[in-house]
């Protein structure tokens, strides 16, 4: 358990904003992109998500670890209670540290999980003055440092952090009929789940994969961390699938690689979208639902080609939230349809893509 007499730490933005509390977790210094998540629970799925790979991350939500964190049980060869094998933020900012936590499926404290994965943490800061500040500057990159560890500022941004989350080597899960190409770009296992909730085959690649001479009913392309023009491989492999009929679902990072195969541009928002709570509507038609978000760059929609057009539509701000293809069994999200633990409202999404496969091969 940690202890309340930790030592001072802070967290320094490129800004020269300094923001004191104390240091839990890993006694180490950590430096990335500064990023809020508005979510109230989740936080061990939120940090174990490659799509934060690089980030500090500051949870809105003022107390944090009273349910610490869960059980390494496994289920169809992945982990069950998280969305990937290891923490993949860079650091942690809450206001009030737990120091006790009670939960039926907890194994042990949010400070010993993050100290075995060598990440720090720091409590104490006034989280809602940090969000108000990114809200208006944007994001910014920062650090957390004490006297004694100290570190440089850095971009996550300038690197491929997608082959740095991509697993290694092609992997494959369930036995179904409908062989599924699953592009990782750094996969949340929830997608994973969803998908075998289907009589399905996934065949898990690398993301610069050429997936082309394997066998497969539909291709799905993950989320995942950074910038989307950084993965060319990908990008080039979309571009000849393109040339097919086969069915393509593609989800957040997905979507913005779909939208750069078609010739569609993309920009980095000022602050991204992350929460659990983000309203949008289905293009043409009445219906919104609540979805859970977390990237930080977006589709520009009057970029698409004539041949796509907007899927949905973000409710706060307008921006793109999905595309698809006005003839071919091609679409994509800027959301999350599998999120876990929630909402779920777009998981019909996955049956849609299996609807899809279903129609092709008959």
Known sequence: ????????????????????????????????????????????????????????????????GNYGVPSDEEANDILKYYESSSVHIAGLIVSHYSFEYS???????????????NVPGIYGIDTRAL??????????????????????????????????????????????????????CGVKYNIIRCLLKYDTT??????????HNEEYDGLFISNGPGDPRMCVA?????????????????????NQ??????????????YGHRSHNQPVIMAGTDRAYITSQNHGYAVDNRTLGNDWEPFFINLNDGTNEG????????????????????????????ELFIENIKKYRN
């Open 1 to 64: 358990m940690v202890r309340k007499e930790n030592q001072e730490a802070r967290l320094v933005l490129e800004d020269g904003t300094v923001y004191e509390g104390k240091l839990f977790g890993a006694p180490v210094a950590a430096a990335g992109e500064v990023v809020f998540n508005t979510a109230m629970t989740g936080y061990p799925e939120s940090l174990t998500d490659p799509s934060y790979r690089g980030q500090i991350l500051c949870l809105t939500y003022p107390l944090v």
């Open 103 to 117: 939960h039926w499926n907890a194994k042990g404290s949010l400070h010993d999980w993050l100290l075995q994965n």
């Open 131 to 184: 969000t108000k500040r990114i809200r208006e500057k944007g994001v910014m990159l920062g650090k957390i440092e004490t006297d004694v560890y100290k570190t440089d500022f850095y971009d996550p941004n300038k690197e491929n952090l997608v082959s740095k989350v991509s697993i290694a080597e092609k992997k494959i899960y369930g036995n179904g009929r409908w062989k599924i190409i699953l592009v990782d």
């Open 202 to 211: 996934i065949i898990r690649v690398p993301w610069d994969y050429d997936y």
């Open 234 to 254: 990908t990008v080039e492999n979309l571009k000849k699938s393109f040339t097919r009929d086969i069915p393509i679902f593609g989800i957040c990072l997905g």
């Open 257 to 270: 690689l779909m939208a750069l195969a078609s010739g569609a541009d993309t920009y980095k928002l000022k």
């Open 323 to 350: 595309m698809r293809h006005k003839s071919a069994p091609w679409f994509s999200t800027q959301f999350h349809p599998e999120a876990s633990g929630g909402p779920t409202d777009t998981e019909f999404l996955f």
